[in-house]
């Protein structure tokens, strides 16, 4: 298998690396500090040092477990930190909630942006039920200094921790609701991660922590196909970055998430199947960033290199599931250049205007479209098993799929199948 193409970070930061000899910098001194200017020999800055995900750290950074965090407003460090968190598992069940009927300017069903979120979570009451607070104003929010301040942080090579001296850096905070009690600060996003950086709460949490004296409430708040997923952390030692633990986690929806599983076998009843389209069959097991990845295009076009800088994906994952979107066509490709552009397709624009259930079935019926996937589903709904990856195999071979080529391609393939077809149970309300 080839390796993953390199990214211009990736190219700017190996330059970067050898000009300023950064590894044997850090072995030595255990830790490597840098600035703006020195960075933008090669690169933009903001385009260089802002890695919300572990998964798009540049190459140098990701093999030799280094992390980059600012210090002051054009100045680096580099070294060996442990700067991510692992989001918890979000297996609550969705709460219903509802917007008041004299709210028109926004719409449960057109969120393009995390501020729009926001504010619907706000007007639904999502926000004042989870933090258990109705007294809440929205307070400061945008970019702003963050004073000075110092902490430690885990370093994952020496097994000792580091610390810190933050000095005027520039933070930002999505919103800020503050109730009699608390202060709570929020980081919103828009695309379904793994993970994310610990410095987005914790940086703000230092800031406001010195200056108020109720409580600070850091809080993240991921928007994704009519979901809001909700996490409160708190820190238990204020200077130590490394202390992040999970106080509630809750789900919540403005539409009906009320989905049957006579509503799934309806869709399969009535199925019109489809010709396989001259696209690799997809290698994306997960269905929900397969949606996410639609949304996130579905405002604007963005080059195949955009989408792997701005958002949760490395360049294979993005070439994966951009090709799992084209499978279904729901995105669209066209060269600028030699670079790929995509852009969401009339089907995904109208898809993403539906209610929630009518939106999550009509994705079903885009799925079970192609054989492959409707007979392993019949073949799965009359046993009550998921079939074996060796039947799932002899479906997909009779189905007449593009170009795949050995059996060990269509094994890793079937990964897929089985992974889209548990989305749309998922979907059935226990």
């Known amino acids: ?16 690396f050898s000009k300023y000899d950064i590894l044997n910098q850090i072995a030595a001194n255990g830790q490597f500090q840098i600035s703006a200017t020195q960075i933008k020999e090669f690169r933009e800055p903001r385009l260089m040092a802002k890695f ?10 990701a093999d030799n477990q280094l992390s980059i965090l600012p210090i002051t407003r054009g100045d680096y ?3 060996h ?19 008041p009927t004299y709210i028109q300017s926004l719409d449960s069903n057109n969120i393009p942006s995390e501020a729009i979120a926001l504010n619907c979570a706000v007007a639904a009451g999502i926000v004042a039920e989870f933090l258990q607070d109705e007294d809440l104003v929205s ?8 004073g000075t301040f110092s902490f430690n942080i885990a370093n994952s090579n020496t097994n000792t921790p580091l610390q810190i001296q933050v000095n005027n850096s520039q933070i930002e905070i999505d919103a800020a609701y503050e109730g009699v009690r608390g ?32 409580q600070v409430r850091p809080l993240f708040m991921v928007y994704s196909n009519g979901i809001y997923r909700l996490y409160e952390y708190a820190f238990q030692d204020t200077s130590n970055y490394n202390s992040l633990v999970l106080i509630s986690q809750k789900n919540y929806s403005i539409e009906d998430t009320a989905i049957e599983i006579t509503d799934i076998q309806a869709v399969l009843q009535n199925v019109i199947i489809t010709m396989e389209p001259q696209i690799p069959f997809p290698q994306a097991d997960s269905f929900e960033r397969v949606i996410n990845i639609c949304e996130l295009l579905g405002e ?7 989408v792997t800088e701005q958002y949760a994906f490395d360049a294979r994952q993005t070439n994966y599931y951009t090709d799992a979107a084209r499978y279904l066509g729901l995105l669209e490709k066209r060269k600028d250049g030699t670079m790929p552009v995509y852009g969401s397709s009339d089907t995904c624009k109208r898809l993403l205007r539906l209610s929630y259930k009518q939106r999550q079935l009509a994705f079903c019926d885009l799925i079970l479209s192609h054989k492959a996937f409707s007979d392993t589903l019949r073949m799965y709904l009359a046993s009550g098993n998921m079939p074996s990856t060796a039947e799932i195999v002899q479906i997909m071979k009779a189905s007449n799929l593009y170009n795949i080529g050995s059996d060990s391609t269509f094994e ?19």
Do not use: C
């Open 1 to 16: 298998m080839s390796s993953s193409p390199k990214s211009l970070n990736d190219i700017a930061w190996e330059r970067l």
């Open 139 to 146: 307070t400061v929010s945008g970019r702003m200094g963050s």
């Open 412 to 430: 890793r393939r079937s990964s897929t199948i089985k992974g889209w077809l548990n989305w749309i149970l998922g979907l059935v309300n226990e």
């Open 77 to 79: 460090v580099i070294s």
């Open 300 to 306: 604007q076009e963005l080059s195949r290199n955009d």
């Open 52 to 61: 919300d995900h572990t998964i798009n750290l540049p190459k140098i950074f």
């Open 183 to 214: 202060l709570a600060l929020f980081e919103a996003k828009r695309d379904l991660s793994e993970d994310f950086l610990v410095r987005q709460l914790y940086y703000p949490f230092r800031v406001w922590q010195s200056r108020v004296t109720k």
């Open 81 to 99: 930190f442990e700067a991510y968190h692992k989001f918890e598992d979000d297996n609550a069940p969705v709460t219903r909630v509802s917007l």
